[in-house]
């Protein structure tokens, strides 16, 4: 197994009110978030990704859609649930 899967224990619950909701599919999410419509698709299935991917996205989409609320706080450690 590659390093970067060993590290994929991180997701975000609210990707799918916060961020996705605002974009019709991934492909246009990826455009304007400016990542991978692959992270994106895992992002909105809560499939765990690495920590590093996830906070890009957040920070990325923070501006737009999250307001106030810090990136860090919406990050979800699947290995301490």
Known sequence: MS???SRAWF???QWQ????????????AADALHTSPKVLA???????VAKS???KALRRS???HLGSVAAS???VDIRRR
């Open 42 to 48: 895992k992002l909105r299935s809560e499939t765990p």
């Open 3 to 5: 390093k970067k899967n």
């Open 17 to 28: 009110t916060l961020v996705a909701c605002h974009y019709p599919n991934d492909d246009a």
């Open 62 to 64: 923070k501006p737009k």
């Open 53 to 55: 991917t996830l906070l």
């Open 11 to 13: 997701t975000c619950p």
């Open 73 to 75: 706080t919406l990050i």
